[in-house]
């Protein structure tokens, strides 16, 4: 069964900075491109960045420069370092693999929540 487990978000102030990560079991994160994916309250799940199995890593224009995807293959952990955080980034942040439309290709876990306000 395969299962992610997201942790990390937090209040933080706006400017601020994170590091979310994704504990994954039933998959190995080296043999599938993984990603993360945000919610922000009533709007759909948004895909936000990605590392593929050969190490490219992809991200939507919005967090390009802010946002680094990386993974632990050791470990066999996912994370997402987050810097210069603004409003607009709050929401509940998802790990998965990443399916061939950019949706999660398992189901989802709990999420993690960020919230950035003053």
């Known amino acids: 069964q395969v299962q992610f487990e997201e942790s990390g978000g937090a209040l933080v102030q706006p400017g601020g900075s994170l590091r979310l990560s994704c504990a994954a079991s039933?998959?190995?994160?080296?043999?599938?491109?993984m990603g993360w994916w945000r919610q922000a309250p009533g709007k759909e799940r948004e895909y936000v960045a990605e590392?593929?199995?050969?190490?490219?890593?992809k991200y939507v224009d919005s967090v390009k420069g802010r946002f680094t995807i990386s993974r632990d293959i050791d470990k066999n952990m996912l994370y997402l370092q987050m810097n210069n955080l603004n409003p607009e980034d709050t929401a509940i942040y998802y790990c998965n693999a990443v399916a061939a439309n950019r949706g999660g290709l398992w189901a989802w876990g709990r999420g993690t929540q960020v919230t950035v306000s003053s």
């Open positions: 590392v593929m199995f050969g190490g490219t890593t």
């Open positions: 039933g998959v190995t994160v080296r043999h599938v491109d």
